[in-house]
T-cell receptor, first 116, second 112 residues
């Protein structure tokens, strides 16, 4: 199957700083990438959908100015958490959707963000 | 909106026991249904899927049948192994936009 990586796997930052998380599809071109947030003992919550070369589509309640998404190429999407606060601490997971023959979403291993 | 409900709480069972994880859904259209598995330290992996009513998805000894009349997609395995210990997520996708809605997940622990 296809492989999706995320970097970093774990990050600790101070309140007020910005953090960038990368999501890469390693062996396929991803027409669409998705960003999820997972709270403890909660399901994954879709934050936004990004298509290469266009603006991301954010889910209701997700601040687009706080969670900046860039999908500059068919293999890379980035999520930047701007002016992070402790309530932004969470597990962030990306997925990449390929076209034929898979036409399914492949998930990255996730990034644990802790904001002090 | 579309949503998925999984049974509450972790599941602990002995090796070779029968596993069932319940999943029900609410959707306005005709969604595709999925089970994903997350092993410790890894990303979610697609375990099986079904795209229309009465379809049965199967993989690695796991099975789930798309039941439109009961809006359910329960996951079953006849004889679990220690290596099946993981978190299992039920999900649905609107066939038009491929956005996934997940259940809360169930931690499965298989004891030797």
């Amino acid at each position: 199957g296809a492989v999706v990586s995320q970097h970093p796997s774990r990050v600790i930052c101070k309140s007020g700083t910005s953090v960038k998380i990368e999501c890469r599809s390693l062996d396929f071109q991803a027409t669409t990438m998705f960003w999820y947030r997972q709270f403890p003992k909660k399901s994954l919550m879709l934050m936004a959908t990004s298509n290469e070369g266009s603006k991301a589509t954010y889910e209701q309640g997700v601040e687009k100015d706080k969670f900046l998404i860039n999908h500059a190429s068919l293999t890379l999407s980035t999520l930047t958490v701007t002016s992070a606060h402790p309530e932004d601490s969470s597990f962030y997971i990306c997925s990449a959707r390929s076209g034929i023959p898979y036409n399914e979403q492949f998930f990255g291993p996730g990034t644990r963000l802790t904001v002090l | 909106g579309d949503s998925v409900t999984q049974m509450e709480g972790p599941v602990t069972l002995s090796e070779e026991a029968f596993l069932t994880i319940n999943c029900t859904y609410t959707a306005t259209g005709y969604p595709s249904l999925f089970w994903y598995v997350q092993y410790p330290g890894e990303g979610l992996q697609l375990l099986l899927k079904a795209t229309k009513a009465d379809d049965k998805g199967s993989n690695k000894g796991f099975e789930a049948t798309y039941r439109k009349e009961t809006t359910s997609f329960h996951l079953e395995k006849g004889s679990v192994q220690v290596s099946d210990s993981a978190v299992y997520f039920c999900a649905l996708s609107d066939q038009g936009n491929n956005r996934l809605a997940f259940g809360k997940g169930n931690q499965v622990v298989v004891i030797p």
